[in-house]
């Protein structure tokens, strides 16, 4: 590009995401999530008028529909509670809305445009036909009885059961939606429609389920840094990683770095981190995910449990790590977090959670050329699965595990180099820019044979 055509794109650029702020006010993170990726498509398109004509990445900037309601359910002493669910369709173009819901009090519309948005994008970079959405509550599971969560599972689906189909948008899980609230979710569905049909994602092995499911985006995190560090002609062997969260993602994060050689010495929760030098091996992991999933309670218990651990108030990344992999939330690595792991000598980050790192944090890993993996490139294996799991209630059958971990890692491989192929450039690979316009073009194209949709 010549100097003047960089000015001009940097005008527009500046341009668009005035506008989204002005459209979209107080959205957050739906403004951050919009400005992550014009900043690397904006300079691809900068030649390429069609885009520019058609206007989009100003249509892909907003939803296709937002759908919001109310959704009270009774407590175990008879108070009436009322909480908000949201279903936001972001993007059908290359087939149904897929993405998950979410159930925790930070819920907002901006939170689930950013996520609906970046999902568009990351289905894209799948490879399997599947548009962008994303939906949830400000629901609260933590501290509920099964009973608490049932009753708000089934009024939450008692609404959102007519907006979604499995033609139509097929939810999943997310943060605070896991095996037990799908099965309430899907339960109620299929009572209110009569149907059985995979509507929902991440559903029990007994009611079609697929194998890997739970696993995949943990294991395909791991996958995507172990192709990053291939490429370079390194290994995740005897490596020390640092991983947040002690949700799904993290803990099969934990089990594939485990199985490939690597060292976990960290895990956290929204109440702090545990550190343990020793390394979390198998036994202590299957602590952790009874802790989690079974008794719910917190990482903290960790240190209790187990000689040498520690636990610490805040999070873990001034812990010295090869890799870093934050699996928790939003924005839990900022430019003070970046630059303590660049300081402490760590080389690549894998971000199983969504946007987990904010703008400043990205552009500190980009300066230091570390590897940097973002998360709709490194934590689609989960949607990429689901998208199998689609597949197998479809034709009702059931892949066997060895084929789907197969199909997983040749996807996060497909992935890998199709962030190459964008991302290249004379100082390696910028694997962010690579996954948002690889993820773009497929999703832009199909809007530019629609014509004015
Ligand atoms: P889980 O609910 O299983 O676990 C979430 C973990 O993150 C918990 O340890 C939780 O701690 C912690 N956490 C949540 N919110 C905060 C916060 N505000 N501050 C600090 N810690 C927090 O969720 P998942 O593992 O499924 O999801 C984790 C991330 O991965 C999310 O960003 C999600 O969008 C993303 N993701 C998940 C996919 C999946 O297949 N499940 C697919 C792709 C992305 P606590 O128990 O204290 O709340």
Not at 82 to 103: A, E, W
Request: with cysteine.
């Amino acid at each position: 590009m010549t100097m003047s055509s960089v000015n001009k794109t940097d005008v527009y650029l500046k341009r668009f995401i005035a506008g989204v702020e002005k459209r979209n006010p107080g959205e957050q993170e739906f403004h951050q999530a919009v400005a992550e990726v014009a900043e690397t498509v904006f300079p691809y398109i900068a030649d390429k008028q069609i885009y520019h004509k058609m206007q989009i990445m100003e249509r892909m900037a907003e939803p296709d529909r937002v759908i919001m309601f109310r959704v009270p359910w009774t407590d175990d002493e008879g108070n009436i509670r009322n909480q908000r669910g949201y279903r936001v369709q972001f993007n059908n173009s290359i087939g149904p809305y897929k993405g998950g819901l979410r159930f925790h009090p930070s819920v907002n519309l901006s939170v689930l445009k950013f996520l609906g948005f970046e999902q568009t994008f990351k289905n894209s970079l799948t490879g399997l036909p599947m548009g962008g959405g994303k939906g949830g509550s400000d629901f609260n599971p933590k501290g509920k009885s099964d009973n608490e969560v049932m009753r708000f599972c089934q009024s939450f689906m008692t609404e959102l059961h007519r907006h979604i189909g499995e033609n139509t948008d097929i939810p999943a899980g997310d943060i605070g939606v896991g095996a037990r609230e799908i099965g309430y979710l899907f339960g109620q569905y299929k009572r209110i429609e009569n149907r059985f049909v995979g509507v929902l994602t991440g559903k029990g092995m007994a009611f079609g389920g697929s194998k890997i499911r739970t696993e995949a985006t943990g294991y395909g995190a791991v996958y995507f840094m172990q192709n990053m560090l291939e490429y370079k002609g390194d290994d995740i062997r005897g490596k020390t990683v640092c991983i947040s969260g002690s949700g799904n993602v993290a803990t099969y994060a934990v089990e594939k770095v485990n199985q490939l050689g690597g060292k976990v010495v960290t895990l956290s929760d929204s109440s702090g981190f545990i550190y343990d030098p020793d390394g979390i091996n198998a036994e202590k992991l299957a602590f952790v995910m009874d802790l989690k999933n079974v008794r719910r309670g917190r990482i903290s218990e960790y240190a209790d449990e187990f000689k040498g651990a520690s636990f610490h108030e805040g999070r873990p990344w001034g812990v010295s790590c090869d890799i870093a992999m934050p699996c928790a939330t939003q924005n839990e690595i900022n430019r003070d977090d970046a630059e303590n792991l660049v300081k402490n000598g760590c080389i690549g980050v894998s971000e199983g959670a969504n946007m987990p790192t904010d703008l400043e944090g990205i552009h500190t890993f980009q300066n230091a050329g570390m590897l940097y993996a973002p998360s709709k490139a490194a934590n689609a294996g989960g949607v990429a699965v689901s998208g199998l799991e689609m597949s197998q209630n479809s034709s009702r059958i059931s892949w066997d595990e060895a084929e789907l971990e197969r199909l997983l890692k040749d996807t996060m491989l497909t992935i890998h180099n199709s962030c190459v192929e964008y991302g290249k450039n004379k100082d390696g690979v910028d694997y962010l820019a690579g996954a948002n316009i690889a993820g773009f073009i497929k999703v832009a194209d199909a809007m530019l044979a629609f014509g004015h949709t």
